[in-house]
């Protein structure tokens, strides 16, 4: 295999098979990670100048020669490169710049701090995307929650018609889910801050760096506390899936909803034409695909992550190559949220109510079949008796083909109480906190968002605090 210059060859007689080469190489996937090797690599050049490994000079020319790297990869340059990983590639590149010296930057260090630290520096990026990407969504559920706060619509259990509730509570139910996800993945990021930089192969490293300083001039809170975790450690990984599939799981139930709101059927609510899909076939079809290919990604999203817990959960301390396979999981999932939030989001704001189709469902007997139960208990009749008296009467109500409200008093039921089966006052009496009475409901939109300015608000601060050093470390990405 031609001019390819492997990055342990010494003790061998001859190059790694065809055959090991294509099994074992990573370089197809993990050049995805170009910017962050960089970004470690410069890092650590750095620290061996402060700390007297590398010479002033030396370590000026490592740098440059690392930037020049980056530079020609964002130019383009390298993608047809035949590499091992992207720790080779990265070298190779320096070599071919600054020749032989190149060599020293690998000084105390190994791959596998060098790999946990490129997937830290990529992970903290992926939760911050994925921290914007959720509030946004967040904030289109709780302006909805707003406008809708008051506009009426049938709530279901068992997907039976229970009681009412409004749209703008059930908006803000979603907001809730997700808020709690902006959260997770905020406590994410943070314990996935730390410096894995200088455990070496495993065992430490033997020189005398400062792994503190260095884990700060990366914008680490500091440096991970063993080295032996620190090589092997992919916690952060496995919370970017679950924090991933838990939120899918969320935006899955979202998706369930709309899908039935907008269904023939319900008709509560219509897709905006610019996020549906027609039929090839059937010139009257309005199909929810957006809905449906996040309900779908919900159930790729958890494979991936109990994929990846089974990959960890038999791994002997401390490196071992099976960890080579955390990055492909994490792309797709990345690359997936990426796609599907910014849509979805978009739906949320697009999608178009009917309010007489939900009012007129919401106003139907079954669910107000509770409100006269209630008002028989508000004059001293005990609940059980007064289920049971209501109970009947919807039976009869139903045999007659006539309303609750219609049948006239008698039977344990007063003129007065027949008052209450009135959608308004249904909803007007869920007044405590939580409940869908539109001035409960307008109020908690608020609170939404408030916290999710307090949560945009707390991830600038974390996002700066980690940018400081990226400078330093040619950290210039577009993301
Ligand atoms: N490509 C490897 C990975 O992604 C880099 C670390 C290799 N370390 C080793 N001891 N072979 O995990």
């Known amino acids: 295999m031609s001019g390819r210059r492997d ?7 001859s190059g790694p098979a065809e055959v ?3 099994f074992n190489d990573s370089w197809s996937f993990d050049r995805a990670l170009v910017a962050e090797d960089v970004q470690g690599s410069i890092a650590w050049a750095e620290e061996l100048g402060r700390s007297g490994v590398l010479t002033a000079p030396e370590t000026r020319k490592i740098v440059k020669g690392l930037r020049e790297v980056k530079v020609a990869w964002d130019e383009g340059e390298g993608r047809d490169a035949d590499a091992e990983d992207v720790h080779s590639y990265v070298e190779g590149e320096l070599a071919k710049r600054i020749g032989p010296l190149a060599g020293k930057l690998h000084t105390g260090r190994s791959r596998n701090d060098q790999v946990a630290t490129d997937l830290r520096l990529w992970l903290r990026n992926a939760f911050d995307a994925f921290h914007v990407a959720v509030l946004e969504l967040a904030g289109a559920l709780a302006e909805r929650g707003a406008a809708e706060a008051a506009t009426p619509m049938p709530g279901y259990t068992h997907l039976k018609r229970a009681e009412p509730v409004t749209f703008g509570h059930w908006s803000l139910a979603y907001a809730e889910m997700v808020l709690r996800d902006a959260d997770r993945i905020r406590a994410a990021r943070r314990r996935a801050n730390e410096c894995p930089l200088g455990s070496g192969a495993l065992s430490g490293t033997p020189l005398g760096v400062d792994r503190e300083r260095l884990a700060k001039s990366l914008g680490f809170a500091r440096a991970t506390a063993n080295s032996l975790d620190g090589v092997s450690d992919r916690d952060a990984a496995a919370e970017y899936l679950f924090a991933a599939s838990l939120h899918f799981a969320h935006l899955s139930r979202m998706a369930e909803d709309l899908i039935f709101f907008t269904s023939d059927e319900a008709g509560f609510a219509e897709l905006p034409d610019a996020l549906s899909t027609g039929s090839s076939r059937m010139p009257q079809k309005k199909n929810p695909d957006l809905l449906e290919l996040v309900r779908g990604h919900a159930g790729r999203a958890l494979g991936e992550l109990t994929g990846f817990l089974a990959l960890l959960k038999g791994l002997p301390l401390a490196y071992d190559k099976d960890l080579q396979l955390d990055k492909e999981p994490l792309f797709r999932t990345r690359a997936v949220l990426e796609a599907a939030l910014p849509a979805l989001t978009a739906l949320v704001k697009g999608l178009r109510l009917k309010p007489e189709r939900m009012a007129a469902a919401a ?3 079954r669910l107000l079949a509770t409100e006269l ?4 208990a508000r004059r001293g009749v005990p609940f059980r008796e007064a289920h049971e008296i209501v109970g009947r009467r919807f039976a009869l109500a139903e045999e007659t083909g006539k309303g609750l409200a ?3 008093p ?4 007063t003129k007065a109480d027949l008052a209450s089966v009135d959608l308004a006052k249904a909803l007007a009496r869920r007044g405590a906190v939580g409940g ?3 001035k409960r409901v307008a109020q908690a939109a608020k609170r939404a968002a408030a916290r999710i ?4 608000k707390a991830a600038d601060s974390a996002a700066t605090k980690g940018k400081a050093a990226a400078p330093a470390a040619a950290g210039r990405r577009k993301s």
């Open 7 to 13: 990055l342990w060859g010494g003790r061998f007689a």
């Open 20 to 22: 090991l080469r294509r």
């Open 363 to 365: 106003a139907d007997d």
């Open 373 to 376: 139960a209630d008002a028989l």
């Open 406 to 408: 219609e049948l006239p």
């Open 410 to 413: 008698g039977e344990g039921v």
């Open 436 to 438: 869908t009475s539109p």
């Open 453 to 456: 300015a307090g949560e945009r």
